[in-house]
C-alpha cells in the first residue's frame, strides 16, 4: 500500500493496532509498517525510542537521518520528536509532505503536539515545523512511497510547475494557473493522460513531425536555397560552405528564424530602409524608371528581370511564412 492509500483510508479514523493503551501516536506507525512494508511490529517501546533504539526490524526498510536545516524529509518518512519535562515519551508521526521551512505529518493523539493523552485524538494533517525533532527514519529505496504518477495534485508551485512542464511537451505551449486549478485534486496520472488525449497534443505532434521531416541536409539543393535566403535577409551569401554546415540537420524552420534574426539581419533591414527612403539617387532612379514605366520606355528583357526576382522572392517568402505557422 502507498502512502497515499493509506491516508485516504485512515484519515479522520482511529487506530489501536496493539490493542494496548487506546489509539496512540505509535498505533498509526504500526500499522504504515505493516500496511506499507510488511513489518509487524511488536511492543517497540515509546514513540523516543524508535529513534534512541530503533528496532533492528524498521532498519530493513528505513534509515535514519539527523534534523538539519537542509533535509527535506520524503513523503512516508517517520518523524521522531524528542522528549521534553512535560512528555517524557515524545511523539511520532508520519511525512505528508515537506519543503526547507514547512513540514506537513499526518499524525494520530498529536493533543497539542506534545503526544500526551489517553489517545482521543484521531488521525488528522498538521504541521509543526521543524522545531523539537529527534530525527527521521526515511524510506530505503522509496518503498511504500507513491509513484510520482500517483500522486495527488496540490495547489502549490512545484506541482504547477510540472504540470505546465508536461503540457509544453504534449501541446508546445505554457500553461495558465486557470487552468491548473481544476487539476488540483487529481491523480497526476489522469492529468497527463488528458494532457496526450487532446486535439491540441495532436496538432504539437504533427508539428514535430513536420520538423523532423523538414531537416536541412548538407546537399547542394539546400545550400542553395538556404544562400537565397541569407541574400535576401542579411544581403551575403553564406560566407562558406563550412558557415552552411552548422544548419545540417537542424529542423529547418529554426534555420530560417536564425537568418532572419540577430544584429547581421536588423542592421541589413535597416539599410535597405534607409537606402529606400533617404538616398537621393534612389529616388531620383525611381522617379526615372516609373516616368520609363509610364511612357512604356522599358525594355522587355528589364521587365522579365523584375518579375522573375519579384517572384522568387515571394517564393522564399511564402516558404518562410508557411514553416513559421506550423
Not at 144 to 172: H, P
Request: hydrophobic letters at 35%; proline letters at 3%.
Amino acid at each position: 500500500m502507498n502512502y497515499s492509500e493509506f491516508k485516504n483510508q485512515w484519515l479522520g479514523k482511529r487506530i489501536d493496532y496493539d490493542s494496548l493503551y487506546g489509539w496512540q501516536c505509535v498505533d498509526i506507525i504500526k500499522q504504515w509498517l505493516d500496511s506499507g512494508f510488511s513489518i509487524k511490529p511488536g511492543a517497540w517501546g515509546n514513540a523516543i525510542d524508535y529513534w534512541r533504539s530503533t528496532n533492528p526490524g524498521v532498519l530493513t526498510a528505513f534509515k535514519k537521518v539527523t534534523n538539519t536545516p537542509d533535509y527535506i524529509p520524503p513523503q512516508g518518512s517517520i518523524v521522531i520528536f524528542n522528549a521534553t519535562s512535560s512528555n517524557k515519551y515524545g511523539h511520532i508521526a508520519i511525512v505528508d509532505s515537506a519543503t526547507k521551512t514547512v513540514l506537513n505529518i499526518l499524525e494520530q493523539n498529536g493533543g497539542a503536539g506534545t503526544g500526551t493523552g489517553t489517545g482521543v485524538d484521531a488521525i488528522r494533517l498538521r504541521n509543526p515545523g521543524y522545531n523539537n525533532i529527534a530525527g527521521f527514519l526515511e524510506p530505503i529505496n522509496n518503498k511504500g512511497k507513491e509513484q510520482v504518477a500517483d500522486q495527488i495534485i496540490l495547489n502549490a508551485d512545484n506541482w504547477f510547475n510540472r504540470c505546465n512542464k508536461t503540457i509544453k511537451f504534449t501541446r508546445g505551449r505554457e500553461m495558465s494557473r486557470e487552468e491548473f486549478a481544476p487539476q488540483v485534486g487529481r491523480k497526476f496520472i489522469n492529468f497527463v493522460e488528458d494532457a496526450e488525449d487532446f486535439p491540441e497534443a495532436d496538432e504539437q505532434l504533427r508539428r514535430i513531425e513536420i520538423g523532423r521531416a523538414n531537416t536541412v541536409v548538407d546537399t547542394d539543393d539546400w545550400y542553395n536555397f538556404t544562400n537565397k535566403l541569407m541574400v535576401a535577409a542579411r544581403g551575403r551569401k553564406w560566407g562558406s560552405r563550412d558557415e552552411f554546415r552548422i544548419q545540417v540537420n537542424r529542423p529547418f524552420n529554426a534555420t530560417a528564424s536564425d537568418i532572419f534574426s540577430g544584429e547581421e539581419y536588423d542592421n541589413h533591414q535597416k539599410k535597405i530602409l534607409n537606402l529606400a527612403t533617404d538616398n537621393a539617387t534612389l529616388k531620383a532612379e525611381n522617379t526615372a524608371l516609373k516616368t520609363q514605366a509610364n511612357s512604356g520606355g522599358i525594355n522587355q528583357d528589364t521587365v522579365n528581370t523584375i518579375n522573375e526576382t519579384n517572384s522568387l522572392v515571394k517564393r522564399i517568402w511564402g516558404a518562410i511564412t508557411k514553416l513559421w505557422r506550423i
